[in-house]
């Protein structure tokens, strides 16, 4: 289960020359699918979006009608960033995130790059994503530094639109997400496209050998892929990148999502140790206004259907135990429009129940509190003793357990982490993150493993997952100092990770800056001759 990835060796050498690269289009039958279903597609969002309030701009949108003004060039911004050899002072990057995950990750990348004067257009895909990306970057686009939009269809005729209007010197995809019609398209039109925090898991592989034409395009139009892992970047030579293209640079999924970067990317450690003491006091606060200070809480993070449920099963056994009777567990259900029904599902099960949104007021009585809110998970995640981060108890991929570790919280993930698998087992091998049968889990310490249960290896094996579980929840929460212990050990696993960062930033920035160096000097060739 464990990915072979935990002791990789990130690439320290410079990014390769871009040499003139032939555009590779994919096989006329994708085209043509393309083409098929573009019509299907739009029936889609018309069922999915049509209710809400910003249809007609996300159709618009996604099938090239109309998009918002670009971003503008700001003075302050063109003092620091690093000068545009081709001559062009406009230096626009398109960067895609799919949806709430992908925007979380990429946006302190985002942020550092627009600390160096780019301006960002970002696309979405999914309704979360959207609403996400525009609460995360709301005063950069109302300063006109980002642009904000959903993702064009993969239709050239629209993405020939897309580009026309944005004008981007680089695109960035994050991730695994990419379209095989955009990708031809930047090529042709020489606009360099980077993977960034690149992963593909096996089963993602599997599908995308099964359209193998179709993949080996995107893979040779990239300009450089980078990739989180060394399974990822194997996986991506045997689709058809060359390995000229791909560098091993580490997750983005361990940079602390601050929400500015004020100065330039040296900086970071310093607003990564602001940003904490913020969340710490806004925390304090938050604890005080609800009155849940000293009592022991556990948090069940960006929660999905069916894992409610196994959280709330594990509740009332914690409530059984004499010594944990006043235990809270505070939901955090990953959609919003999930809010409701989860909130029904609570009232069923018989606890007394409080919700964020209404802002009902936390009583000695409270059991459950559903914290149905956007934008604050980070304080629910810093407010508890334990965190069970969601997406993993269902087969999801797992959501992000570095937002819990970053603020010394302890973790625990089911099975279903193909998403993150490389983050949780370096957590899990000093402690900071349970999760069971996982070859990698040291205990914080000799007292942690002679405090728990006695269990034979046999038992464990016999034991489901859920149990096991269970059974370290129940044991952290029963033994706070080791639960600080195992949290501050992802803490500080979490800064020294921080360096992922900026090994990805300069690697755009070369790409950046080589297409530039070609753009001027085919440039000075044409008017030679």
Known sequence: MPSSDTSAKYSTKTVQPMQSRTVYKPPVYYQLSIGLL???????????SHKRD???QEVEQRFGKRYPLPPVEEAANTLNAKADVSGNGKKVIWCHAVSLGETNTVAPLLDALLARGYQIWLTNTTQTGFARG???FAEDIAQGRLSHSY??????????????HVQPVAALFVETELWANILTKLSEHHIPSILVNGRLSASSFKSYQKIGAVSASMMKNLSLIIAQDNDSAKRFRQLGAHSAQIRVAGSLKWVINTPKLKDKVSDIDGDIDNERANIQAHTSNIAADLGIMNRPIWVAASTHSGEEEVALAWQQQILSNPTLTDALLIIVPRHPERFDEVAELIQKSGFAMARRSINETITAQTQVYLADSMGELMHWFALANVALVGGSLVDIGGHNPVEPASVATPVLMGNYTQSCQSVVDKLASVGALYQPKNEFYCPISDDEQSAQPHQSELDKKSLDDETLLYQQLKHWLSHPPLA???GQAGAQMTEQQQAVLSRQLLMIEDIIEQHSMQTL??????DLN
Not at 151 to 164: K, M, N, R, W
């Open 151 to 164: 993702v064009p269809v993969d239709s050239p005729a629209v993405i020939e639109t897309f580009l026309a």
């Open 484 to 486: 600080k212990q195992a």
């Open 134 to 136: 525009a609460s995360r």
């Open 54 to 56: 910003n249809y007609q």
């Open 38 to 48: 573009k019509p299907l597609y739009r029936l889609q969002v018309w069922r999915r």
């Open 521 to 526: 000097s085919q440039s000075l060739s044409q």
